[in-house]
């Protein structure tokens, strides 16, 4: 049976279509679910893609937090469904108390466009199980606010519960030569304790299409099909 | 029911970087401000909220900023009533 993935757009979103080709690449059917829309037509997966949500009026994901969807997203996630939340994504998840932690702006204000290099931790999650631990990838980052922050219980437990799916390194995997947002121990992405809802700043999607010289993201997109292959 | 207007402040959590402040505290003292320290940048909002009494306004808005107006993981805020 063909995976169903279903893409969140809200105002602002501008990754939609990069999520969405990267699905449809993994194999799956991907289609788009508004904002305003509760009903995720039978979702497999939720994408929450990249972009300026409510252009990120207040605080990144402050606001796109309480539209429609999101509770239909938050009961999805509760009954273990697979949601992915990239850059904006990861933003709004964390706003809705989906994941811990929040992302504040980069620790040296500029807007950080460009390839990181990034470990893989975590494996046992909805997104990762296709990669190894250890595993070195390149994907693109560009955000503004993506300074990784908690608590220090909360930071002791993200660590402690191995709850880090991607650190970032060194393009080469070797230590970086300066951080690249100021994210605490240099998170780049988490999952929650259950591993189905994920986050992360880089973009998976702007790595899963050979055209593009780099398909080291595409696991984040196949990794789903062994997930629900397994819950089946 | 009355209308009370409220000013919320919304400020980075102490002890957690400010970039923009430390930008703002940088740019003071090449200015001659060098008496300047301790910049925090956040944010200001003003509304109006109809209650009853000014002590139901406050509960209303310190709701607002624990449900939007800050983030709870790295905000602080403070909440004025006037009248």
């Known amino acids: ?232 | 029911m009355t209308t009370f207007k409220v000013h919320v402040r919304v400020v980075p959590r102490a002890g957690l970087l400010d970039p923009q402040g430390q930008a703002v505290e940088h740019a003071l003292t090449a200015l001659g401000f060098a008496e300047a320290s301790g910049v925090r940048v956040g944010k200001a909002i003003e509304l109006a909220v109809k209650a009853d009494s000014k002590a139901a306004a406050e509960a209303r808005a310190r709701a607002m900023c624990d449900k939007l107006l800050a983030n709870p993981v790295t905000e602080d805020y403070l909440v004025e009533v006037e009248g």
């Open chain 1, 1 to 232: 049976m063909t995976m169903k993935v279903a893409v969140v757009r809200f105002p602002g979103s501008n990754c939609d279509d990069d999520s969405l080709q990267s699905a449809a690449r993994a194999g799956c059917k991907a289609y788009y679910v508004w904002h305003r829309d509760t009903d995720l037509h039978g979702a497999d997966v939720v994408i929450l893609p990249g972009g300026f949500s409510y252009g990120d009026y207040l605080r990144s994901g402050a606001i796109a937090r309480f539209s429609p969807v999101m509770q239909s997203v938050l009961e999805f996630a509760k009954q273990g469904g697979p949601v992915l939340g990239i850059c904006n994504g990861f933003q709004i998840l964390c706003e809705a108390g989906m994941l811990p932690g929040a992302l504040m702006r980069n620790g040296r204000l500029s807007f950080v466009s460009r390839p990181v290099g990034l470990k893989v931790e975590r494996t046992e999650t909805a997104f990762t199980s296709r990669y190894a631990r250890g595993d070195l990838l390149r994907m693109p980052v560009a955000h503004g606010e993506g300074r990784f922050t908690a608590d220090a219980g909360t930071l002791e437990r993200i660590e402690g519960d191995g709850l880090v799916v991607v650190r970032y390194v060194g393009l080469d995997g070797g230590p970086l030569p300066e951080t690249i947002n100021g994210s605490v121990n240099e998170i780049a992405g988490i999952s929650n304790a259950a591993g189905n809802v994920v986050g992360l700043m880089p973009h998976p999607d702007r790595a899963s299409d050979p055209a593009l010289g780099n398909t080291d993201g595409l696991g984040f997109f196949t990794s789903v099909l062994d997930w629900a292959a397994a819950k089946r």
